[in-house]
């Protein structure tokens, strides 16, 4: 166990749908990022919060959504899905940010089959 | 944005061999990190080795930032080291998330 915890791990929907992706992060970790892969696309950023606030994005679609909580546990909304979003979504925890981002940790992911 | 580039792409070795993984990026960094994804798909923090060396067991990193490249080293190969192998770096001046490289596929044979 990382200490990264994300659910569901499993999630086949259909398309034109919305989910919801849950994690918490690694306690005392205020970084949570959240991180989409796919064989075409590898691994890629999409967002990152800092302590409740968005501080940076990445290549996030505008159909995506994060928030992050008081609690610290952060959520990614897919909404509109289509068959190319089907993927392996990672959160992942730090210690710092930025530079400073040391103690990365990653959770097991929610594969996303999209049909 | 910044480039990164590993090698080789795969990787197949006997059980007890040697091996080094490169990595290469195309401007400065202050954030190094390397990643083991195991056949299972879970992604596990190796090093972070923004420059220098670091050990741990039988892995061993360095990081040359002057001249932009990284090298894993993984000595005396078992096959629970078998999985995809990655690099990734963070350049930007502000919060921002890591970029990976495609990886190092490598495969140990017993």
Request: hydrophobic share 30%; aromatic share 12%.
């Amino acid at each position: 166990d990382s200490g990264v915890t994300q659910t569901p791990k499993h999630l086949i929907t259909a398309t034109g749908q919305r989910v919801t992706l849950r994690c918490s992060p690694r306690s005392g970790d205020l970084s949570v990022y959240w991180y989409q892969q796919s064989l075409d696309q590898g691994l890629q950023f999409l967002i990152q919060y800092y302590n409740g606030e968005e501080r940076a994005k990445g290549n996030i679609l505008e159909r995506f959504s994060a928030q992050q909580f008081p609690d610290l546990h952060s959520e990614l909304n897919l909404s509109s899905l289509e068959l190319g979003d089907s993927a392996l979504y990672f959160c992942a925890s730090s210690v710092g940010q930025g530079k400073g981002a040391y103690g990365y940790t990653f959770g097991s992911g929610t594969r996303l089959t999209v049909v | 944005g910044i480039q990164v580039e590993q090698s080789p792409p795969d990787l197949i070795l006997q059980e007890g061999a040697n091996s080094t993984l490169r990595c290469n990026f195309s401007d400065s960094v202050n954030n190094l990190q390397w990643f083991h994804q195991n056949p299972w798909g879970q992604l596990i923090n190796l090093f972070y080795i923004p420059s220098g060396t670091k050990q741990n067991g039988r892995l061993s990193a360095t990081t040359v930032a002057t001249e932009r490249y990284s090298l894993l080293y993984i000595s005396s190969s078992q096959t629970t080291d078998s999985g995809v192998y990655f690099c990734a770096v963070y350049s930007g001046g502000g919060a921002d998330g890591l970029t990976f490289g495609k990886g190092t596929h490598l495969i140990i044979q017993p």
